[in-house]
């Protein structure tokens, strides 16, 4: 994968990370945070280890960074700036 296209799937991960951390909170809260203050709201462990093995935390940038790229291995066709929460979630429950 080139440069240009994991920078794309980076940042598109990060503004579903945002997306995702403002549809738990209310809309007064979820206002207030914004990209440059996320990191703020987000826990400081990125891996749990389970069953003898680490595994990568829930909605962490390593965790949609690998579920974008999977949904764009099963559809090739679609836009990174395309995949939606939505997509994540039905991905998340395939495995």
């Not at 240009?4 to 951390?21: D, G, N, P, T, Y």
């Not at 809309?27 to 203050?37: F, G, L, Q, R, Y």
């Amino acid at each position: 994968m080139n440069r240009k296209k994991s920078k794309r799937i980076k940042k598109h991960a990060k503004r579903l990370q945002l997306e995702w951390v403002r549809s738990l909170l209310s809309d007064e809260e979820a206002s207030k945070i914004t990209e440059d203050n996320l990191e703020e709201f987000l826990p400081q462990q990125t891996h749990l280890w389970a069953r003898r093995t680490v595994y990568t935390s829930f909605y962490t940038d390593k965790w949609l960074t690998n579920k974008i790229k999977q949904l764009i291995r099963i559809f090739p066709d679609k836009e990174i700036e395309d995949i939606s929460s939505e997509d994540i979630a039905w991905k998340a429950q395939q495995g």
